[in-house]
């Protein structure tokens, strides 16, 4: 796959990048609360990357394709 079928463009409302956002928070938490190593690591690294979708999203306006 290339990076032109990686993304595809649309207008994403308040409401559903705010909801990206509230999910990537959400992990964070969990992260932060846990004392597992493992449960650390795995939902400090989804936060991360839904945090990095919700910024693509917000700013240009793109939604990453599932493969």
């Known amino acids: 796959m290339n990076e032109n079928n990686s993304f595809r463009k649309i207008k994403f409302s308040n409401e559903q990048i705010n909801s990206y956002l509230k999910n990537a928070k959400k992990d ?7 004392n597992i190593p493992e ?5 400090s690294y989804n936060s991360l ?15 990453v394709r599932s493969i």
């Open 49 to 63: 990357l839904k945090a990095g979708i919700t910024l693509i999203a917000g700013i240009s306006g793109l939604k």
């Open 39 to 43: 449960v650390k690591f795995n939902y």
């Open 28 to 34: 964070l938490k969990i992260a932060k609360e846990d």
